[in-house]
């Protein structure tokens, strides 16, 4: 089948990290970029990053540029969210999507109208 699953997320404290994967199955990395998202309780959803599959270019919302890295190993057909310096305001579910675009489309961070595939999320949770 067609899918992402993503994987990694639990509770942290404070100053803590995480690595979050996103696994997809049933196509390729090779044409695709993949972005993750966040959504915290009671708030929209947000663009965090996203890497394009072309050029492996790279985009970030302010908020986690410095703390956050996305990679990619497409042997293994996953894309990976290595968060660093966690906060409190980072505490949310996490998405991994497919664009439709090979490329990363989005001022600050990547957009959820282009996406046309999600995965149905992990926890991410940091508190004392």
């Known amino acids: 089948q067609v899918q992402l699953v993503e994987s990694g997320g639990g509770l942290v404290q404070p100053g803590g990290s995480l690595r979050l994967s996103c696994t997809a199955s049933?196509?390729?990395?090779?044409?695709?970029?993949i972005g993750w998202f966040r959504q915290a309780p009671g708030k929209e959803r947000e663009g965090v990053s996203c890497?394009?599959?072309?050029?492996?270019?790279?985009i970030y919302v302010d908020s986690v540029k410095g703390r956050f890295t996305i990679s990619r190993d497409n042997a293994k057909n996953t894309v990976y969210l290595q968060m660093n310096s966690l906060k409190p305001e980072d505490t949310a579910v996490y998405y991994c999507?497919?664009?439709?675009?090979?490329?990363?489309?989005?001022?600050?961070?990547?957009?959820?109208?282009?996406?046309?595939?999600w995965g149905k999320g992990t926890l991410v949770t940091v508190s004392s």
């Open positions: 890497i394009s599959a072309r050029t492996s270019s790279t």
């Open positions: 049933g196509f390729t990395l090779d044409y695709n970029a």
């Open positions: 999507a497919r664009s439709r675009y090979s490329y990363c489309a989005g001022y600050g961070g990547p957009t959820p109208g282009n996406m046309d595939l």
